[in-house]
């Protein structure tokens, strides 16, 4: 299978990458440096005798992702690529839902145009805000506290209603 890990040099990307790699999977790694270092994609290829491509692009630019698309045919796309400082996302909550929620629309975008519905998403356990009782499961209630952990629901309430829309995700 061929898979775009989204966010693939940030530190869990990174590893995904690898291992999805080293279990004999194509990997195709997509990522703007915003959160991480361009040493990363060296080191990851470093470590496994499977090739990996690496595509430097922001999510948010459509054509830039329809392209990659076009070119690599991915099966499924694991998603990584957010800001995720919730200091940060409290003095800049405009640049983190313009990131992490457009930038997640212009990826399924992409992908409902190119038929791949197999997709993972990376969200955060800030969407349960402060928990009533630990550990928290999906049917805990979300009640997230600040910006970054409201962006991540809101992807995850989008997704929610797409999966109705169209089974097939």
């Known amino acids: 299978m061929k898979v ?3 966010g693939g040099t940030g530190y869990i ?3 995904t990458a690898l291992e999805i790699a080293n279990a004999g999977h194509e990997v195709v790694v997509v990522d703007d440096f915003s959160n991480s270092s361009p040493k990363v994609v060296e080191i990851i290829k470093s470590l496994t005798d499977n090739p990996i491509s690496f595509e430097e692009a922001n999510i948010k630019d459509q ?3 329809n392209g990659i698309f076009e070119e690599h045919n991915p099966e499924a796309v694991i ?3 957010a800001f995720k400082a919730v200091e940060e996302s409290i003095r800049k909550p405009l640049d983190y839902y313009e990131n992490n929620v457009i930038g997640s629309l212009s990826l399924l975008k992409a992908m409902e145009d190119y ?6 998403f990376s969200s955060s356990a800030s969407v349960y805000g402060d928990p ?3 550990p928290v499961t999906e049917f ?3 009640k997230s506290r600040h910006p970054y952990g409201n962006t991540k629901l809101v992807i995850e309430l989008f997704l929610k209603q797409l999966h109705l829309a169209d089974p097939k995700w």
């Open 4 to 6: 775009l890990i989204t």
């Open 13 to 15: 990307g990174s590893h």
């Open 63 to 65: 054509k830039k992702i």
């Open 79 to 81: 998603h990584f690529a």
């Open 115 to 120: 038929n791949v519905k197999n997709f993972v």
């Open 132 to 134: 009533e009782s630990v």
């Open 140 to 142: 805990s209630p979300t």
